[in-house]
Structure formats: structure tokens, C-alpha cells
């Protein structure tokens, strides 16, 4: 370098952008007077950069500075998981030299392929581990998980997409990026993402960056439908997304990816804060829109279910479609004391939800009787709007007395809700139960001849449907009954003293009648009628006289 210099008196020389910096040069140095220094996995790419810098290649010397530093990448840094990530490590303050040498690129491929490796290894580990506790199944998992949240976003990028291609499990995948996410974004911890209280951005961590990290663990998701990512890993996402102001197309698809399979959500995870001044204080838009997602695909599910099946009337997704609906009835309950949620949006969450979600309606009337409470200050025509959801024939007994006792309520509310008791109470009493509404369900929907086969079909599904909550209310019904007869037995019971020897006696009374009982069925003849003898002639009934 000097040499090729133009001033031949040069007593200064700079090396600009030297890899690895005066640490490395110092080594370098030292290699070139013979002094001994140990070649590690942290200073072997540096050490690779310098020597590709300084041009100490074969043609000076055999043994060079490159050839050495390969010899030690090929033989110990790649074989080794570890190795190979504190190579890659050092990587992230080299110039783009470490690219044009390929440092990185084979410190990824070796990560991949013995991570691959390790995993058939462990393969007789996990099934040796199937029949221990789960402290020891724990510890058979993948143990290069941990070492891999060290590197940073767009080298972890690459490690990932090279496992993705070389073969590594997914769930092995989506376990180290839960563990990456939760190392590297420190918001998205336990103890603050999922307590929405403590949820803050990391301070030692720009927020550009936490948005990038975000952004890129979520495209490195496992793409198949499947349930290997944890619902509580996705809705800590979600939060973080929202709190680094992610993008539009990011937190749809972790709402998709929630509202596949929203029936297993519990209320807690639903209960996603709000970051707007002067909005709700739960993130309310983004439940709608979970919610709006799940009932696409229940009605893509039915579209497919009618194109297999030939009789269609199975529905799988109806069970579903309950437990969701039981769901955002607690939900709404939880969110109705906010002072600051709008009554567009309580009924917006309310109404997007069909009438065969809510077997029963408690669930609905309690949301809105504790929106009720806690908004005194709504007209006459706003509360008329938003008990109009409730229907008075779903309601239980419970429910019903509470419901006519309200004065939250509308009069009109209260007043449809005493007629529909006394309808109850008076088929209760005819031994109907009910069979008049069932019955006029049942007649609306048979289908008529001039209908299309595909109009045939979609009655044919609406009858089934309402017949099967037609069934649970009538169980809903029938086991209040049992309850309320049990009290009535016990009570009958308690006042009784000599209950069982009162029956006694009545039972022996009753078989001494039968003895002297005819053979018409051993039914008691009223004294003064005429009896027809076998002959089929009226006779007189006999009389014992004593004299």
C-alpha cells in the first residue's frame, strides 16, 4: 500500500473502514511478525474481513492469514450451532465486505442444517420424554431456541427462512419466534403486554425498530391453518402492533389469524386496551373486526359443508358460532360500565352477531341492563333501540323476573316481558310447552314446490337450525322445572314430620279398597248409581244391613 502510494515519503497511513477496527488490526499485525494469538469464533470473521482488506492471500505467503481463518470456519464454526451464531453476531459491525466473503451466509446455512440435524437427533429424546413430567419434557426441547434471539431481526430473518427450507419443524419455528419476540420486545413480556397497565415501549430500543421486529416475526409465521401459534403469542403481537402503530396489513392478518379460531379466545385476551385519547378504554374496533372475520369464515365453512354434503343439514360450525356468542355476551358485560363507549358502538358489537348465536338471551340482557346503569343519561328513544335486541322468549325464568322488576327498562320492555310469562305459565299449564311457537316454526319453514332446489335447501337449513334451539331452550326450560320441583319436594319433605308413615298408611288403605273392588279395573262405584251386572242389564247395587 505503500508502494503504491504517489508520495514516496508517506509517515502516515489510514486504513478507512477497517473491518473489525484497531482490535482486529492489532491481531493482524500480530500474525504478520509470528506472535501467538488464539483464532475464536468472535474474532474469526473480523479477522477474515482484514485479511481480505489487506490482500493476505496464497500469493504471499503459504499459509496466509485467509487461508487460515477458512480453515478454522470450515472445520470448527460450522459444525457448531453456537459457534456459528457468535460468528454471525460479529458479523452485524462489519462492512459489507463480510457479504462479498460470505461469511454470513454460511454462518445461516450451518445454523440451519445442524439445527436440522439436532432435531432428528432429538427426535428419541421427545419420545423417551413422552411418558416423564413436564419439567423433563421441557427440557428435551429445542436448546438452540435461546441462543438464536442474540442475533439481530435481519440475520434471525435469514436463519428462519433457511430452517423453513432445509425442513425444521414448525412448531420449533414458532417456538423460537415467541422466544425472539419476547427477548427482543420487551413490551411484549408477560409481565407488561399481557397486563395492558404496564404496556410501554422498550426505552433502550428505538420504536421504529420494535415496529420492524414486529413486522417481520409476523411474516415469519408459519403460513398453513393451523393451531401451532398460541392464541395468547398472537394477541401479544396484536397489542405490540398496535402499539408501535404497525402496518394496516399487519394487524389484519393477526386479526385473521385470531378469528380462525376465535371459539377457543378467552374474555381476557379479548380485552385489548385502547391507546386514543378520549376513546373507549378497550380497543373495541378491533374486537369487531375479529368478529366480522370469524362469521366470514363460518359462512365460507357452510358454503364448503353444502358443496360435500349431500342432505346439508349437519352443520359443524354451529357449536362455534355458540361458544363465540356466549363470548362477546361476557364481553359485552365486561365493557359495558366504560363511561366513554359509545352507544353506536355497544350496538354495532351487539347486532353483527345473527339470532341462532344466543341460544337463550341472558347473556345480552345483562350487558345491557349494566349499560343501563352505567349510562343514566340516555333518552327514552336510545334505550328503546337498545332493548330491542333482547328478545323476551329467550329469556329464563330468572332473567324474566328481573327483566319485569327493572326499572332501567322501557315500560314496553316490561310489559312484553309479564305477556310472555303468562304465555309460558299458561302452556306450562296445558302441557304444551311451548309447541305452539315450535309448531308455528316448524309450519313456516317447510319448503313450498314452487321453490328453486337452492331455496329448498336454505329452508331446509333455517328449519334445522331453529329446531336445534328450539331443543335447548325446551332443555334450558325443562331443567329449571327439575330444579324448581326438587325445591318443592324438599320443602313438602321438611314439613312433613312422619312423612313416610303417613304414606304408609295411605298406600295399605288403598290396597284394603282394592281387595274389595270389582273386576272393572278396581274403580270405587258411587253408592246411589246403578251398576250394569254381566249380562249388560242395569241391576240394583246390593245392601248390607245388620239387624
Request: glycine share 6%.
Amino acid at each position: 500500500m505503500v508502494a503504491d502510494g504517489k508520495d514516496s515519503n508517506i509517515s502516515k497511513l489510514e486504513l478507512l473502514n477497517f473491518p473489525g477496527g484497531p482490535q482486529t488490526f492489532e491481531l493482524a499485525m500480530k500474525f504478520c511478525y509470528g506472535m501467538n494469538f488464539e483464532i475464536t469464533a468472535a474474532n474469526v470473521a473480523p479477522l477474515r474481513c482484514a485479511a481480505e482488506y489487506l490482500e493476505m492471500t496464497e500469493d504471499y505467503r503459504e499459509e496466509n492469514l485467509v487461508a487460515r481463518t477458512e480453515v478454522y470456519l470450515n472445520e470448527v464454526v460450522v459444525l457448531s450451532i453456537e459457534k456459528s451464531v457468535e460468528a454471525l453476531c460479529s458479523c452485524e459491525t462489519l462492512p459489507p465486505i463480510a457479504e462479498e466473503v460470505g461469511i454470513p451466509n454460511r454462518c445461516v446455512e450451518a445454523i440451519a442444517m445442524n439445527a436440522c440435524k439436532e432435531q432428528l437427533v432429538s427426535g428419541l429424546s421427545r419420545l423417551e420424554c413422552d411418558g416423564e413430567s413436564t419439567e423433563l419434557k421441557s427440557g428435551c426441547l429445542d436448546w438452540w431456541i435461546e441462543d438464536l434471539s442474540v442475533l439481530r431481526i435481519d440475520y434471525y430473518q435469514k436463519v428462519i427462512r433457511a430452517m423453513e427450507r432445509i425442513g425444521v419443524r414448525p412448531d420449533s419455528i414458532v417456538e423460537s419466534l415467541m422466544h425472539y419476540a419476547q427477548a427482543s420486545l420487551k413490551g411484549i413480556g408477560k409481565c407488561q403486554i399481557w397486563n395492558p397497565a404496564r404496556m410501554k415501549p422498550n426505552p433502550g430500543m428505538a420504536e421504529n425498530d420494535q415496529k420492524t421486529i414486529v413486522e417481520i416475526l409476523l411474516n415469519l409465521l408459519p403460513t398453513e391453518k393451523s393451531s401451532s401459534v398460541p392464541l395468547s403469542f398472537l394477541f401479544g403481537m396484536l397489542r405490540m402492533a398496535i402499539m408501535v402503530e404497525a402496518t394496516i396489513a399487519c394487524r389484519l392478518e393477526l386479526e385473521r389469524r385470531i378469528a380462525f379460531r376465535l371459539e377457543m379466545v378467552s374474555l381476557d385476551d379479548l380485552l385489548i386496551p385502547s391507546l386514543r385519547t378520549g376513546d373507549s378504554l378497550f380497543d373495541v374496533d378491533t374486537v369487531h373486526r375479529i368478529l366480522v372475520n370469524f362469521l366470514q369464515r363460518i359462512e365460507d365453512e357452510e358454503n364448503e359443508e353444502r358443496e360435500n354434503e349431500s342432505d346439508g343439514l349437519g352443520y359443524l360450525g354451529h357449536d362455534s358460532l355458540l361458544k363465540v356468542g356466549r363470548l362477546i355476551d361476557t364481553y359485552l358485560a365486561e365493557i359495558a360500565p366504560d363511561p366513554y363507549l359509545s352507544l353506536q358502538k355497544f350496538i354495532a358489537m351487539i347486532e353483527i352477531l345473527p339470532d341462532y348465536a344466543r341460544v337463550i338471551d341472558d347473556g345480552i340482557y345483562r350487558a345491557i341492563d349494566i349499560y343501563l346503569k352505567a349510562h343514566p343519561m340516555l333518552s327514552d328513544h336510545e334505550c328503546k333501540k337498545l332493548c330491542k335486541f333482547i328478545d323476551c322468549q329467550k329469556l329464563s325464568q330468572e332473567a324474566s323476573n328481573h327483566a319485569a322488576q327493572n326499572e332501567r327498562l322501557p315500560v314496553q320492555m316490561a310489559v312484553r316481558v309479564l305477556y310472555f310469562e303468562q304465555l309460558r305459565l299458561k302452556n306450562a299449564l296445558c302441557g304444551s310447552s311451548g309447541d305452539g311457537f315450535l309448531s308455528q316454526k316448524i309450519s313456516s319453514g317447510v319448503p313450498s314446490a314452487a321453490m328453486s332446489p337452492r331455496d329448498n335447501y336454505a329452508s331446509l337449513r333455517r328449519e334445522n337450525r331453529e329446531l336445534k334451539l328450539e331443543i335447548s331452550r325446551m332443555r334450558v326450560r325443562l331443567s329449571e322445572l327439575e330444579k324448581e320441583q326438587m325445591i318443592m319436594k324438599r320443602g313438602m319433605m321438611d314439613k312433613s314430620g312422619n312423612g313416610k308413615t303417613f304414606l304408609t298408611s295411605l298406600s295399605k288403605g288403598i290396597g284394603r279398597m282394592a281387595i274389595f273392588s270389582g273386576p272393572a279395573g278396581g274403580k270405587r262405584q258411587k253408592s246411589g248409581r246403578k251398576s250394569r251386572g254381566p249380562d249388560g242389564k242395569t241391576g240394583r247395587s246390593r245392601r248390607y244391613s245388620v239387624s
